[in-house]
């Protein structure tokens, strides 16, 4: 490892649907309280044609590309979509799984799923060091360097470039004659982490950071190290 048409947009509709009611509710009935109530709120008003209500469900988001007027007019003039809408959100709000993830002030991410009528913490928050994702993997590198755990970098290092490596090795390499590079590169991760795209195809992933570099990484028994800083 080197150092350094209607149908896409009801879709989009099904998609927001299902989250529009942790934040907003419905102004003629008691607030959904549930992502599941929301979805039943939103479905029932939209079979009503009660569409104060169902638009007032939508995310921000959703209502600053589409007007209130222009959502009442998509809902009726296409009524056999309207109701594959309908149909799906019922058949899927029992069983859909909502997700949400948190981002920390240095890129680190938690996700949280909603299970019951409570938001739950996934394992990430017990498995500080994860490697599950390239987006965990390097907010685990970040974590760890900060933390001056050489020990939990070594987990990093892809098995073919691990000979002759050690936490000395290491550690020697890092805060000796390539610290500052590495610092420069652990910076461009940290500002970069929360929103920079990662490509990710089959076994290997890349991302570009803060300052021009790319990092690759590569996928091993389940566990994403880094290859490369280029």
């Keep these: 490892m080197g150092p350094a048409s209607s149908r896409p947009v009801w879709s989009h509709l099904l998609a927001i ?32 044609k009660r569409y104060d209500d169902a638009y007032a ?3 921000r988001d959703a209502r600053r590309v589409l007007t209130r007027k222009e959502f009442e007019r998509r809902l009726e003039s296409d009524p056999e979509e309207t109701a594959l809408l309908l149909a799906g959100l019922g058949a899927s709000s029992d069983e859909a799984t909502v997700r949400a993830t948190i981002t920390g002030k240095n890129g680190e991410t938690l996700e949280l799923v909603y299970e019951g009528d409570a938001w739950r913490i996934e394992e990430r928050a017990v498995d500080l060091y994860g490697q599950r994702t390239p987006r965990d993997a390097l ?27 050690d936490e000395k090795v290491l550690k020697s390499a890092w805060q000796g004659e390539q610290k500052a590079e590495i610092a420069a590169i652990v910076e461009g ?22 300052g021009g570099g790319t990092v690759e990484l590569v996928l091993e028994r389940g566990l994403w190290k880094i290859q490369d800083f280029k």
Excluded: N, Q
Excluded at 139 to 165: H, N, Q, T
Excluded at 189 to 210: H, N, V
């Design 139 to 165: 907010g685990s590198f970040v974590r760890a360097y900060d933390a001056e755990r050489w020990d939990v970098l070594l987990r990093f290092v892809p098995d073919g470039e691990r000979e002759g490596m």
């Design 189 to 210: 991760l940290r500002a970069s982490l929360s929103a920079a795209p990662i490509e990710e195809l089959g076994g290997r992933a890349s991302m570009t950071y803060a």
């Design 17 to 48: 649907s299902f989250l529009a009611g942790v934040l907003l509710g419905c102004h003629a009935e008691p607030e959904p309280v549930t992502p599941k109530h929301a979805v039943d709120a939103y479905a029932k008003a939209v079979r009503e």
């Design 57 to 59: 469900l939508l995310s």
